[in-house]
Nanobody, 127 residues
């Protein structure tokens, strides 16, 4: 059974950084695109970044562009999301998910376009 496990969340001060990890098991992560979403209480799940499995192309939502960096280490079967210059906001759960639909010309923004999800990791930006 495909499994994705996120880690690295926590409490960080405004302006600080966190690196989230999405570790895959029971499948070869390098064959698939992996996206990151976040969801705050009472809000819709928001797609924020995605990385291709084939050529490493990346996508960033405008809300995180220039501050977040997505990367992958296929040898470790893990995708990372480095978040810098974090802004104070309501706590959110960050989740990674697998999709077969991402390409350099198409970003699957709907959660319904993702087949498998991790359990999520909470990030709180507060002083």
């Amino acid at each position: 059974q495909v499994q994705l496990v996120e880690s690295g969340g926590g409490l960080v001060q405004p302006g600080g950084s966190l690196r989230l990890s999405c570790a895959a098991s029971r499948f070869t992560l390098g064959y698939y695109a992996i996206g990151w979403f976040r969801q705050a209480p009472g809000k819709e799940r928001e797609g924020i970044s995605c990385i291709s499995g084939s050529d490493g192309s990346t996508y960033y939502a405008d809300s995180v562009k220039g501050r977040f960096t997505i990367s992958r280490d296929n040898a470790k079967n893990t995708v990372f999301l480095l978040m810098a210059s974090l802004q104070p906001e309501a706590p959110a759960v960050y989740s990674c998910a697998l999709t077969r639909r991402y390409s350099g010309s198409y970003y699957p923004s709907s959660p319904h376009e993702y087949a498998y999800w991790g359990q999520g990791t909470q990030v709180t930006v507060s002083s």
